[in-house]
């Protein structure tokens, strides 16, 4: 299986301040027939199943603001949040779905310093 | 609107089975693959389980194989998972979820756009 895995596992942020997460996979999720990363962001709030954020590394879902941004490729990702907001305080989680055998991150808990 | 609807979760004693089910509404349900993931109390997402869009092809994460079965009804447009020989480890809040259909090629390889609710399962004597 790849062994998906982020830093940092908490990160305190100020509000307005940039937040970013990595991601590290334990081998390449890019495909070479069509040059994507098949790597996903997602958000978790409390109480809250988990929410699409960005997949192909760095493709924006629908209506998610653009603060948020995608990046990396082949076994290096990163979550960028340019500016903070209250609402952003969650749990984030990256994923491949290169292999049939889909897995998570361990997730990174974020928060407002 | 897109839904999924997850349900059957109890509490149920190790060793014993339990079959979950999935609802869904609100899209073409045979032309996408789906997906069980759980969460246990506190901690992370665990893909659990993935199923072709005609049911043909079915994956499992190692740690269930042999003990639970996905299958779906695309008549019902339902999506179930029979898991037995439960463990205490299996405990968790169980989520169904719908592949995006953006796989660009590379057939199958889908994130995942819509999750239910989830429901909850508690394996304890």
């Known amino acids: 299986d790849i062994v998906m895995t982020q830093s940092p596992d908490s990160l305190a942020v100020s509000l307005g301040e940039r937040a970013t997460i990595n991601c590290k996979s334990s081998?390449?999720?890019?495909?070479?027939?069509?040059?994507?990363?098949?790597l996903a962001w997602y958000q978790q709030k409390p109480g809250q199943p988990p929410k699409l954020l960005i997949y192909?590394?760095?493709t924006r879902e629908f209506g998610v603001p653009d603060r948020f941004s995608g990046s990396g490729s082949g076994t290096d990702f990163t979550l960028t949040i340019s500016s903070l907001q209250a609402e952003d305080v969650a749990v984030y989680y990256c994923?491949?779905?290169?292999?049939?055998?889909?897995?998570f991150g361990q997730g990174t808990k974020l928060e407002i310093k | 609107e897109v839904q999924l609807v997850e349900s059957g979760g109890v509490v149920v004693q190790p060793g014993g089975s339990l079959r979950l089910s999935c609802a869904t509404s609100?899209?073409?349900?045979?032309?996408?693959?789906m997906h069980w993931v759980r969460q246990a109390p506190g901690k992370g997402l665990e893909w659990v389980s993935r199923?072709?869009?005609?049911?043909?092809?079915?994956y499992y994460a190692d740690s269930v194989k042999g003990r639970f079965t996905i299958s779906r009804d695309n008549s019902k447009n339902s999506l179930y998972l029979q898991m037995n020989s439960l463990r205490a480890e299996d405990t968790a809040l169980y989520y169904c979820?719908?592949?995006?259909?953006?796989?660009?090629?590379?057939?199958?390889?889908?994130?995942?756009?819509?999750w239910g609710q989830g429901t909850t399962v508690t394996v304890s004597s």
């Open positions: 081998q390449s999720v890019l495909y070479s027939s069509n040059n994507k990363n098949y």
């Open positions: 199923i072709s869009w005609n049911g043909v092809n079915t």
């Open positions: 609100g899209f073409t349900f045979y032309d996408f693959a």
């Open positions: 192909w590394a760095s």
């Open positions: 994923q491949q779905y290169y292999s049939d055998s889909r897995t």
């Open positions: 979820a719908k592949d995006d259909g953006r796989s660009a090629g590379f057939h199958g390889h889908d994130a995942f756009d819509v």
